[in-house]
């Protein structure tokens, strides 16, 4: 089943437990049973995804403002959710030296990893939504990603807090900067292109964003797994925000995103961004273009990574769509709320493998 799952994780308390990578890397032929899927919800392997239809959504960002390119731009995002960004601007080598020092923060050994825990104190029962760790167990019957992950704040920028972002390699703070600093005139980019292609003010959903409104990179690491067909990487899921910008491994496939209830591989290409719309994006837009639905499968033999930005609104933020999306004929078909009620409702429904979106509907 799907859920929302938002960029901020529940607050629990967690028993402390081996990091999924510590996990593979004892070399269990079996995952423990709290990462094992109810039978009913295993994928049987990678092939029960379709192979992706052609033609691939891409989107050229430096060719935006021509016409042909904007209606490839609505194309991907009424057929898919999403989109491989190419010409976005960003330098191949700003790109390299990101994946090479989110590796090197993985390849640590544990002890250095650990000194970006999320755990506060490293006591196991309380933890903060910023740091490095895996899933928080908050009951019995939660069925556990086959992932771990960091997860820093880099938006606002007076906001990061650098107690928690990696020493080492000492070039991941400069790297993951200058990368969020780039990334973030992409999505008003991208926001500004949505909001023309809708006809409303070219400025309606970048403005939703305050000087207050979060921004989470998501460092996610998938260790190999003994028996693939048992788990997920991450659990079916449609992301919580605004909008999400994804640096994905073009080595290593394991996204998959759901059309018509079918699941298909998503292709990755070096040096591409996947931008997907996310829950809030599509309450604004009023369903014209829906947050997608996606999980991540694992393999046998490689570990796989990847950077998730989500871009989300400020919590006070009324959530509702756009009033220049509406007429007598186009009535809303989402309730209205605020932000921070929508973000509490997430971390619930997402426990139940629900999707919190959908019970806004009307
Ligand atoms: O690892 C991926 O490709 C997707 C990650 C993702 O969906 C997420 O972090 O929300
Ligand atoms: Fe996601």
Partial sequence: MAASHPSTEMAASPMVRPTVQELAAAGAEEPPRQYVLPEQDRHGDLLAADEFPEPIPLVDLSRLTDADEAERLRAALQTWGFFLATNHGIEDSLMDAMTSVSREFFRQPAEERQKCSNLVDG??????VEGYGSDKVVSDDQVLNWSDRLHLRVEPEDERNFAKWPSHPESFRDVLQEYASRIKKIRDLVLRSIAKLLEIDEDYFVNQISNKA???ARFNYYPPCPRPDLVLGLRAHSDGGLLTILFND???GGLQVQRDGRWYNVPAKPHTLLINLADCLEIMNN????SPVHRVVTNVEKDRLSLAVFYAVDAETMLEPAPGLLDDKRPPRYKKMVAKDFVAGLFEHFRQGKRFI?????
């Fill in 287 to 290: 369903g014209i273009f829906t």
């Fill in 250 to 252: 073009d080595t290593v």
């Fill in 123 to 128: 006591n196991g029962k309380d933890y903060q």
């Fill in 358 to 362: 959908d019970t806004l509907k009307i």
């Fill in 214 to 216: 979060p921004g989470f």
